[in-house]
């Protein structure tokens, strides 16, 4: 079954920039999808136009068989924006039960939930501290709670580890991982966290100024983006990496090694990652980060 | 319309405005200063000199005949004061709500974005018209409270000095009522659909502040008009200020609510 469908979504500004153009995608139920690009792809943007906050110029949006737009949608549905935060001069609890009242949660429906979902954040303890008093960290966790309160059915995430460090950003991927797969939630994931998207998502789409590049799972990706594999060959006195398209080429580049006089070692094929699309599809080259 | 979300956001505004001694300060020191301080130095100067400094001036004996006051009153310098405190006053009360109102829809919206809470907010189910109505209601309703303990304050600290000092109150021209229930109103309403469009643009809340405030430039104006006794305010003249302020106001925000959506504002986050 759909949960998200974008068909030629386009969203062009008041200034005329063009964010996203002619976008056309769908996020099955259950699954978790990287919607990954730089920064300034037009990843926000999307996903903005996807939960309804903005209004495309051109083409058309659904969730669960609903236009973006509708209220419903956004009842259905949670956000986590990057720069989005809560109230810190309120405690976890109050600013729970805040949201709670938008999603129109009764007040013992919204208790046992703040109860259940602290707990499963490890915050039940610091429940009624000020979340100003809170880590980042700390704070993404009741960012992730407030989210899972109404019981969403499609999250919308943008760069939920951003200003983690390792081991908390960790943390957050894994539960984001469990809640979806636990209670099917799809998740719409955008990032330019590659570490963090090919640890979680089913299918990836990638995103340049604006315009999908390419859209699939890992596998279907690194078929279609790479047709050159590579192997890294060790022979005695030094290690080379070499490209080839079908493994019978390897024997040849070996041969070819072993005629100059060089004794193989090690023949290791380099599987390529997700990076590796990445940077072939949508991101600069080694060159231009230099 | 839900208004569970309406009165939740209204509480939560509120209390971010307690939270903040920036935006705390101004809407108590203000009426304090205007209401009570001010006015009760003034009247403790005049009853410890018996208002020489004000009797005698050509320009202040000459507002005596423009404004009814009562005979029970023991001389000129005394009607002088009644005439300062029941009808000069009256704009520069008026300084309360509209300072109030637009300080706290300054915070409650561009505070908002400055925080980054709003983005949240606009992610939720809240509709575009709860959202402002909310913030309308949340910045209205505690500034007219914020005027009528003003003026609570106002009337009893200085009919408690004149009454100990002349054995009657020194308040107690009718104008107050409309003053107070029409006018203030009225007021906090111009204010606040000022700041309204202001915070369409505005980033920050000192931004909101300074170009909302120039709204307190037009009753500096008439407070210096009332003064050189080229008008004269009567309970009558407050009433169609009133309406004409409400109109104004109400106009304002018809013209700016269909602006205010949640893409208009995410837009200039």
């Known amino acids: 079954m759909t949960a998200i469908q974008a068909d030629g979504l386009t969203k062009t500004f008041p200034g005329g920039i063009t964010a996203v153009r002619d976008l056309t995608l769908e996020v099955k139920r259950g699954q978790i999808f990287g919607f990954l690009g730089p920064n300034g792809a037009g990843k926000t943007t999307t996903l903005r136009l996807l939960n309804g906050t903005l209004i495309p110029s051109g083409g058309s949006s659904s969730v669960l068989g609903r236009d973006s737009r509708e209220e419903e949608v956004r009842s259905r549905t949670a956000t986590l924006a990057e720069e989005a935060r809560m109230y810190e001069h309120m405690s976890v609890t109050e600013n729970l039960r805040f949201f709670a009242r938008m999603y129109e949660l009764s007040p013992e429906e919204a208790e046992a939930r703040i109860r259940e979902l602290l707990g499963r954040m490890g915050l039940w303890d610091k429940r009624d501290s000020k979340l100003g008093s809170f880590s980042t960290g700390m704070k993404k966790r009741v960012y992730l709670a407030r989210t899972l309160l109404h019981r969403p059915e499609i999250l919308f995430l943008d760069e939920p580890t951003s200003g983690l460090d390792p081991e908390a950003a960790l943390r957050v991927t894994d539960l984001i991982r469990t809640l979806a797969r636990e209670q099917e939630v799809s998740v719409f994931l955008c990032t330019h966290n590659l570490v963090l998207a090919e640890r979680i998502c089913d299918v990836f789409a990638l995103l340049r100024e604006g315009t999908l590049q390419a859209l699939g799972s890992k596998e279907q990706l690194l078929d279609s983006k790479l047709e050159d594999k590579r192997v890294q060959i060790r022979t005695v006195d030094s290690t080379s990496v070499h490209t080839f398209t079908k493994e019978e080429e390897i024997d040849r580049i070996i041969r070819k090694l072993q005629g100059k006089g060089e004794k193989v070692v090690e023949v290791r094929i380099l599987r390529p990652s997700l990076e590796d699309v990445y940077f072939r599809t949508v991101g600069r080259s080694q060159d231009e980060l230099v | 319309m839900n208004w569970s979300r309406v009165q939740a956001i209204m509480g939560k505004d509120i209390r971010a405005v307690t939270a903040s001694k920036m935006v705390l300060l101004p809407i108590v020191i203000v009426p304090l200063l205007l209401c009570v301080l001010v006015p009760a130095v003034i009247l403790l100067l005049a009853l410890r000199f018996d208002t020489v400094l004000i009797t005698g001036v050509d320009f202040v004996e000459k ?207």
Not at chain 2, 111 to 117: A, F
Not at chain 2, 129 to 135: D, P
């Open chain 2, 63 to 269: 507002l005596i005949p423009l404004y009814p006051v009562p005979d029970a009153l023991p001389g000129p310098s005394d009607r002088v004061l009644y005439i300062f405190l029941n009808y000069t006053f009256l704009p520069l009360f008026m300084l309360v709500p509209i300072m109030a109102s637009s300080v706290i829809a300054s915070d409650s919206i561009v505070g908002e974005k400055e925080r980054k809470t709003l983005e949240t907010l606009l992610y939720t189910p809240v509709t575009n018209r709860e959202f402002l109505v909310a913030k309308l209601l949340g910045a209205f309703v505690p500034a007219v409270l914020v005027s009528w303990g003003g003026f609570a304050g106002y009337f009893v600290v200085l009919n408690l000095i004149y009454s100990v000092a002349r054995g009657m109150l020194i308040l107690q021209s009718w104008i107050w009522l409309p003053a107070m229930l029409l006018l203030s109103p009225s007021v906090s309403a111009l204010g606040l659909s000022v700041t309204l469009i202001v915070s369409l643009r505005a980033k920050t809340y000192m931004e909101a502040q300074q170009t909302a405030g120039i709204i307190v430039l037009p009753f500096v104006v008439l407070i210096v008009v009332q003064i050189a006794g080229l008008l004269t305010f009567k309970p009558l003249y407050v009433v169609g200020l009133s309406i004409a302020l409400g109109i104004a106001s109400y106009w304002i925000v018809a013209r700016i609510a269909p602006r205010f959506t949640r893409e208009a504002i995410i837009n200039t986050l």
